[in-house]
Structures are given as structure tokens and as C-alpha cells.
């Protein structure tokens, strides 16, 4: 069963980090671009970062400096590391896969707020 799991999502304070995960099934993950986005409410879907099968990266200008995202070929998982956190930052992140097709995860929500 081909399946993105998103966790690691919270309500965390300005200033504070979280860590997210997305667990890949049924897939070749290392032949994949892996990808986070986030959704604000009331806005569209954005680009946080992405990591491609050759472990290259890019980076939304919003969380540059911030946020690092890596991959694990033998865990088939993706992770965001999230620092720094803003108000701003508070949406529903979401996996996504890219080889031929395009893959979503269910998302994870993210809160910053004191």
C-alpha cells in the first residue's frame, strides 16, 4: 500500500522547535524528491522544502536559516527540522513525493503560539 505518514506535529511556543517525520511506504523512496508544504488557514498551499533523490535542497526564503530538512534511504523517511518557530510558521504540513507521480500525506498540524 503505497502511504506518506506525517507526525511530530504540536503546539510549541515562539522561539521553539519541533522535529517533523514522514514515513514512506510501498514506494522506491530513494527514487523519489521528497517534500514538505504547509497550508495556513484562509491561504494556498506553499512550498516549505524539498529534498531530491540526490539529497540536493531547497528552501522556501520564509524559513532559510531555520528549518533543515534530510532524508533516511534505510528508514524511508523524511524529516523536517523546524527552529525558531513563529507565529507565522502555524499551518498543516504536509509529505509529499515526486517520481512519475505525485504522493500526499494526510498532513500534521503545527502551532506556534504562546
Known amino acids: 500500500q503505497v502511504q506518506l505518514v506525517e507526525s511530530g506535529g504540536g503546539l510549541v511556543q515562539p522561539g521553539g522547535s519541533l522535529r517533523l517525520s514522514c514515513a514512506a511506504s510501498?514506494?522506491?523512496?530513494?527514487?523519489?524528491?521528497m517534500g514538505w508544504y504547509r497550508q495556513a488557514p484562509g491561504k494556498q498551499r506553499e512550498l516549505v522544502a524539498v529534498?531530491?533523490?540526490?539529497?540536493?535542497?531547497t528552501y522556501a526564503d520564509s524559513v532559510k536559516g531555520r528549518f533543515t530538512i534530510s532524508r533516511d534511504n534505510t528508514q524511508n523517511t523524511v524529516h523536517l527540522e523546524m527552529n525558531s518557530l513563529a507565529p507565522e510558521d502555524t499551518a498543516v504540513y504536509y509529505c509529499?513525493?515526486?517520481?512519475?507521480?505525485?504522493?500526499w500525506g494526510q498532513g500534521t498540524q503545527v502551532t506556534v503560539s504562546s
Open positions: 509529499n513525493a515526486r517520481f512519475l507521480r505525485t504522493l
Open positions: 529534498i531530491t533523490s540526490g539529497s540536493s535542497t
Open positions: 510501498g514506494i522506491i523512496f530513494s527514487r523519489y524528491n
